[in-house]
């Protein structure tokens, strides 16, 4: 399994940031996948989003109606889509494979909102 997260940034509060995930090694498009994140010197990783393999989509309530999750199996690549950002979604931000916690994590692509 390879997860390459890409996209990461500064971003000023309220504006919006696009974060890329390459796949591979794995089915892909049957796979349910996930981001994930982490705030800096926080050793606590929380889920923000997921999409399975028809689709379907679910979020974390911090990030609900801001952020949106989509995949395109052709590219064996996942995004997160997000908007309206604030100083607390400033973390750094994993691409994952299965629900929640578990699962494989990529390395992680850093998202700093500030202004």
Request: charged share 15%; hydrophobic share 30%; proline share 3%.
């Amino acid at each position: 399994v390879q997860l390459v997260e890409s996209g990461g940034g500064l971003v000023q509060p309220g504006g919006s940031l696009r974060l890329s995930c390459t796949a591979s090694g794995f089915p892909f498009s049957t796979y349910y996948m996930s981001w994930g994140r982490q705030v800096p010197g926080n050793d606590q990783r929380e889920w923000v989003a997921g999409i399975n393999g028809a689709s379907r989509t679910d979020y974390a309530a911090s990030v609900a109606g801001r952020f949106t999750i989509s995949k395109d199996n052709a590219k064996n690549t996942m995004y997160l889509e997000m908007s309206r950002l604030t100083v607390e979604d400033t973390a750094t931000y994993y691409c994952k494979t299965g629900s929640g916690l578990s699962g494989n994590w990529g390395q992680g692509t850093q998202v700093t909102v500030s202004s």
